[in-house]
């Protein structure tokens, strides 16, 4: 997907000299007329001004009366070869991407046709019972909680999906069944989606114990299913390469400050008083890239948190990836209420 499509975004007041000029400059001779949420209102292409131009409109009217305002557009569950399709078609070079109305990217021609694809297995962990978000959970397992128009599970799929991964594993446990009928095997999307299930509950660290023994000797992407974020999951993977490391955790800067003076002593004289200082920490985003050969010594049926995997490691290849992208882990009511909001403005 077209990493500039936030610069060919434009309000409707614009002037078409402003658009022409942005249009110009960025050459995917197109423009994506939005409102203040990023929702889609119509497309503006060079012809569609040069057409107007022609028709004796002034380069100072607004572009909303040269836009198109019922282009064709795909959906972000979309498959690579659906919209590769619907472009030959429809004889387009580029396609915006919406999710609930909002754009969320742009695919154009030359990206799809060049776009790396991935082997590495993605491992997404959706056995939790999900019990801080009672009762929403009493019958329905947290990733299967719908933000916007999806499950949060669906979410992460796709977003996955459009970063080129396409081998899926989701480790279930409570209410298996139901999110095997909700999510399916991938078909759909043109992946294939397996299932491992935890007996009883091993931990993240434990379920990697459970993958097969075939997979590819490649470093496998590991995830908890009820994350929302926008990493880069293309460099967290070249990341890790680089490094040559045997495990990675994605990690996000937390700051924390203490509501009170802060006393520093020494053999009870005051050395220092600071107030209300702040500390900054890095948290684990539940998040991880983990080799083959690290997971292969895992213990099946073992319980091992990912926390303590990463414990037995330090000091011995293993790293942290430090990122600043949006990132929401719906662990709590507010949690899953902001992530409602954030669906819809963030375009996730």
């Given at each position: 997907m077209s990493h500039c499509w936030q610069k060919i975004l434009v309000c409707s007041s614009e002037t078409i000299r402003s658009v022409l000029e942005i249009i110009d400059q960025q050459a995917l001779k197109l423009a994506l007329v939005v409102d203040d949420k990023n929702k889609?209102?119509?497309?503006?292409?060079?012809?569609?001004?040069?057409?107007?131009?022609?028709?004796?409109?002034?380069?100072?009217?607004?572009?909303?009366t040269v836009m198109n305002?019922?282009?064709?557009?795909?959906?972000?569950?979309?498959?690579?070869?659906?919209?590769?399709?619907?472009?030959?078609?429809?004889?387009?070079?580029?396609?915006?991407?919406?999710?609930?109305h909002v754009v969320v990217g742009l695919e154009t021609l030359h990206g799809l046709l060049h776009k790396?694809?991935?082997?590495?297995?993605?491992?997404?962990?959706?056995?939790?019972?999900?019990?801080?978000?009672k009762p929403l959970t009493d019958n329905c397992p947290k990733p299967l909680l719908k933000v916007g128009e999806r499950p949060i599970l669906e979410t992460v799929i796709l977003s996955f999906i459009r970063s080129g991964f396409s081998n899926f594993y989701?480790?279930?446990?409570?209410?298996?069944?139901?999110?095997?009928?909700?999510?399916?095997?991938?078909?759909?999307?043109?992946v294939k989606i397996q299932y491992i299930h935890e007996d009883r509950p091993l931990g993240t660290g434990g379920a990697l114990g459970l993958l097969p023994e075939d997979l590819p000797d490649l470093p496998v992407i590991v995830m908890n299913g009820d994350v929302l974020t926008k990493i880069n999951f293309e460099e967290v993977l070249a990341?890790?390469?680089?490094?040559?490391?045997?495990?990675?955790?994605?990690?996000?800067?937390?700051?924390?400050?203490?509501?009170?003076?802060?006393?520093?002593a020494n053999e009870f004289k005051i050395t220092d008083i600071v107030e209300k200082p702040t500390y900054r920490f890095h948290v684990n985003a539940g998040i991880y890239v983990i080799n083959k050969s690290l997971i292969s010594r895992i213990k099946k049926d073992e319980y091992l948190d990912m926390p303590t995997l990463f414990e037995s490691h330090i000091g011995n290849d293993a790293h942290v990836f430090p990122f600043h992208e949006y990132w929401l882990d719906i662990g709590r009511m507010d949690d899953f209420k902001r992530a409602q909001v954030d669906i819809l403005t963030l375009g996730l």
């Open positions: 889609l209102l119509g497309t503006v292409s060079d012809g569609d001004i040069r057409r107007a131009i022609l028709s004796d409109a002034s380069l100072e009217d607004k572009v909303a305002t019922t282009p064709t557009t795909a959906d972000v569950s979309m498959t690579r070869d659906n919209i590769l399709s619907l472009m030959e078609k429809k004889e387009l070079h580029a396609i915006p991407v919406l999710n609930n790396p694809q991935y082997e590495n297995p993605i491992f997404l962990m959706a056995g939790g019972f999900g019990t801080r978000l989701i480790s279930t446990h409570y209410l298996p069944e139901m999110i095997k009928e909700t999510i399916g095997n991938g078909s759909r999307w043109g990341f890790h390469n680089s490094k040559q490391s045997n495990a990675t955790m994605c990690v996000r800067e937390f700051e924390y400050q203490v509501p009170f003076g802060v006393v520093e």
